[in-house]
């Protein structure tokens, strides 16, 4: 089973900045879409961004201009960087990779808290 492991959440105050990165523990099959959900407290799990196998993203559009999602495939790793932090990006942030004809795969979540 793969295992994705995501690292980069924290505290950080409006306007700043942070990256997010999901490594997953096996490569990965080729056809296959990246993306971000997050899970604010008492709300739904959304849908942040997806990147496909040839780099098209899309992006929620809360942060467009502001988040840019990205891959480096032959490290197995996808990227979220934030930039331009508000209160309401605060949630847990989860990695997702859904590969076709396999399955998908969640992260663990990881903390992202945006704070004065």
């Known amino acids: 089973q793969v295992q994705l492991v995501e690292s980069g959440g924290g505290l950080v105050q409006p306007g700043g900045s942070l990256r997010l990165s999901c490594a997953a523990s096996r490569r990965l099959f080729r056809f296959n879409v990246m993306g971000w959900y997050r899970q604010a407290p008492g709300k739904e799990r959304d849908l942040v961004a997806t990147i496909n196998s040839v780099g098209s993203t899309n992006y929620v559009e809360s942060v467009k201009g502001r988040f840019i999602i990205s891959r480096d495939n032959d490290l197995n790793t996808m990227y979220l960087q934030m930039n331009s932090l508000k209160p309401e990006d605060t949630a847990v942030y989860y990695c997702?990779?859904?590969?076709?004809?396999?399955?998908?795969?969640w992260g663990q979540g990881t903390q992202v808290t945006v704070s004065s």
């Open positions: 997702w990779v859904k590969v076709a004809g396999v399955g998908e795969y």
